[in-house]
């Protein structure tokens, strides 16, 4: 399953928001630095949908804040 996400890093209150578009709105405390918004949001990802963060991969927009995710069953 593909999922389309748009980022908000930096805050104040962590969220996941499924939008009437399709696109999934995933704020994160975590700067978008170093790779940590997007482990962040991987993990975010994850837990609302109860899989293990290993089942969820960012296919493309790593230095984007629009990012197609790819879930494994």
């Known amino acids: ?4 996400v748009r980022v908000k890093p ?3 209150k962590p969220s996941v928001t ?4 399709g696109i999934w709105t995933v704020a994160v405390k975590e700067p978008a630095t170093e790779g940590k918004a997007n ?3 991987v993990r975010a990802v994850a837990k609302e949908l109860g ?3 290993s089942k969820v ?7 984007s804040k629009l ?3 790819e879930v494994y069953d």
Request: a positive charge; zero cysteines; glycine letters at 8%.
């Open 51 to 53: 899989l293990a963060p």
């Open 18 to 21: 499924k939008g009437e578009d």
């Open 67 to 69: 990012k197609l995710l």
């Open 57 to 63: 991969q960012i296919l493309r927009g790593e230095k």
């Open 39 to 41: 482990d962040a949001v």
């Open 10 to 12: 930096n805050s104040k």
């Open 1 to 4: 399953m593909k999922i389309q």
